[in-house]
């Protein structure tokens, strides 16, 4: 591991266990966070496994970004420590609901497959992907997430999930959306936002961290709120508190 | 010849010099193809067919990635991009797929430019800029001329990017090539007619094929002659699965749509779709303040935006110097793009710091 804690990791927490959700936008890709994960889930003290449903990309980007932060997806794939499954071309012709039924019993037998279910990660490289895949059913893709959800809280393994933020409606009243749905059920939100003061060669956008933290068994909660900049660079991503870079 | 030395070794290095052979042979593999540039990150480019775009993106346009453009409601700047991409390619003798919302995609082609032609203007600049740079004496000047008859650039133009004429319509007879194929998105009801003549197209193409790049121009997508309404689902969903099949072939596609017919929620996924994401703005005419801030502001036709550009094998973004660009004719001829320059504030005019700083008499305290 290239430090031994940075901002996103203090500001994450201890992994498995939560349902991290990271949000980007148009202007900044939040595709980094995601890297920085499966590195992480992967890492060799954790003993981590991840299943990848990649929407975005196709395994040789995956493979190129992991081979430079010193990590090689190819034999981890080989050592079936991860699953990777490319559904870039996934198409529902006509009854999409058994594409995502399927597509869950595929993970779902992958993982119990496993001798041991701890530290295992699924990943979901872009779930607006899937919603366009299902043709803007939003309760499809729900009912999978929910699965997927019931599937980490049962086998106590985590659940990363990308998505889009700027691609649904807001305003005062947004009508419920996939986006809020997910909201509701992460752990832990990463935004990845632009500066306002737009592009800059130093500072990529900022990082919001949102985690929610439940304190005792009368459900008091609340929620833990870090924020900082951040550089991304070939082998990792720098992040400094907003001023603090040299 | 270091090639013959590491064949004749049999060593753990053979697998490797294999892998390595496209990058090795490299100067031998651009003068077989000159419409493939390679980049870092195992990329390749091609030229989106005006050389200061090409500069900006970093090398052109990359292979495998989906280009997308939005349209401006007021000036058809985007056909300048989308003409001089697919004469890039028709120069190149690649492949190419066109559709488009009118009854008659092929008309569309009879306004595509012609490449400057190399006698007129690209080899004047060139000799000017080798006296400029050398200063020799006049009688060795018949030395210089020689490589502009060479009959190898004279024929077919082997340059990665060429700069066109876009008074000059293109040869009839490059037009009438067999890998040229036109759709008209009229006919068709559904995306699905679209969809199956990309997707053929696509499959002649495949990735590891080096030789063959192929271009797919798709102009208005969402453009109301289509009648795609109320399907917005089914065109993010063609999008997608566009990308999708790019990224697995030798080709580039550009997409120009205009982003006021979408809702917003929808363009906003069509922009994330989108590898590389570029706008065109127009220019209001006469518009006094910013023909006072801008140098040059008569010659420019319009602005070009620079959202998002490809990054394909790495996480680090590519963030450009300037992000607005103004789109100039040179000479009323080839496309010029350039960064806003803003004009010097002229002394003579400063009245206005004046009269705003009319608290303080002593004007000279002006910063």
Redesign the interface.
């Given at each position: 591991m290239n430090s031994p804690s940075n901002l996103l990791d203090d500001a994450l927490g201890p992994i498995p266990g939560p349902v991290i959700l990271v949000e980007d936008r148009?202007?900044?890709?939040g595709?980094?966070v995601l890297?920085h994960l499966l590195k992480r889930s992967l890492a060799a003290d954790a003993g981590g496994a991840v299943v990848f449903l990649a929407l975005a990309?196709?395994f040789?980007?995956y493979d190129?970004?992991m081979r430079?932060m010193g990590y090689n997806l190819s034999a981890q794939r080989e050592n079936k420590k991860v699953l990777f499954l490319d559904m870039?071309?996934l198409?529902y012709p006509s009854e999409h609901k058994d594409g995502l039924i399927g597509l869950y019993a595929k993970i779902q037998s992958a993982i119990e497959s496993r001798s041991s279910k701890e530290n295992i990660t699924i990943m979901i490289d872009d779930i607006?992907?899937l919603e366009?895949?299902a043709?803007?059913s939003a309760d499809d893709v729900l009912d999978f997430m929910h699965y997927c959800v019931a599937l980490t809280s049962e086998l106590g393994c985590s659940l990363v999930i990308l998505n889009?933020e700027?691609?649904?409606?807001s305003g005062e009243e947004p009508p419920p959306t996939l986006h809020s749905n997910l909201e509701y059920l992460a752990d832990v939100v990463v935004k990845t936002e632009p500066l306002l003061t737009g592009?800059?060669?130093d500072v990529?956008g900022q990082l919001t961290i949102i985690r929610k933290v439940v304190l005792n068994e009368k459900g008091y909660s609340a929620s833990k709120i870090s924020n900082f900049h951040f550089k991304?660079?070939?082998n990792g991503v720098e992040y400094f508190h907003p001023g603090s870079q040299r | 010849m270091a090639t013959s030395t590491r064949t004749g070794r049999t060593s753990s290095f053979s697998r490797n010099s294999s892998s390595f052979s496209p990058a090795s042979s490299s100067p031998l593999h651009q003068q077989q193809n000159p419409g493939i540039k390679l980049g870092p990150n195992a990329s390749a480019f091609v030229s989106s067919g005006i050389p200061d775009l090409d500069r900006i993106l970093g090398g052109g346009f990359l292979l495998g990635t989906l280009v997308m453009i939005m349209e401006d409601s007021d000036a058809p700047h985007h056909l300048l991009l989308l003409r001089n991409f697919m004469s890039q390619g028709i120069v190149h003798r690649q492949p190419l797929l066109f559709a488009s919302p009118s009854k008659e995609p092929r008309a569309f082609l009879g306004t595509l430019p012609s490449p400057l032609s190399s006698s007129s203007s690209s080899s004047s600049k060139d000799e000017k800029q080798e006296e400029k740079g050398l200063r020799i004496a006049w009688q060795y000047k018949k030395y210089l001329e020689q490589p502009a008859i060479d009959p190898h650039s004279k024929d077919v133009k082997q340059e990665f990017s060429n700069d066109f004429d876009l008074r000059k319509p293109l040869e009839r007879h490059l037009l009438g090539a067999k890998n040229i194929e036109c759709v008209t998105m009229q006919d068709s009801s559904s995306l699905a007619v679209i969809r199956d003549h990309c997707s053929n197209f696509l499959t002649k193409l495949p990735r590891n094929d080096g030789s063959n790049v192929g271009r797919i121009a798709i102009q208005s997508l969402c453009a109301p002659q289509c009648g795609y309404t109320e399907m917005d689902w089914d065109m993010v969903s063609f999008i997608r699965s566009l990308r999708a099949m790019v990224r697995s072939s030798n080709a580039v596609a550009v997409i120009t749509f205009p982003t006021s017919l979408l809702p917003p929620s929808f363009s906003k996924r069509w922009q994330h779709l989108a590898d590389t994401l570029l706008s065109v703005g127009s220019i209001p005419d006469e518009d006094k303040d910013l023909a006072k801030l801008l140098t040059g502001y008569q010659d420019m036709v319009g602005l070009l935006h620079v959202h998002k550009v490809a990054q394909i094998n790495s996480q680090v973004p590519v963030i450009l110097e300037a992000t607005t660009f103004s789109l100039k004719l040179h000479r009323r001829r080839s496309l010029v793009i350039e960064r806003l320059n803003q004009a010097p504030v002229d002394g003579s005019s400063g009245t206005s710091y004046g009269t705003a700083g009319s608290c303080s008499k002593s004007s000279s305290v002006d910063f």
């Open positions: 148009v202007e900044t890709s595709a980094f890297h990309q196709t040789s980007h190129r970004i430079k870039m071309k198409e607006s992907l366009i895949a043709r803007g889009h700027d691609i649904y409606p592009l800059a060669v990529h991304v660079k070939e | -």
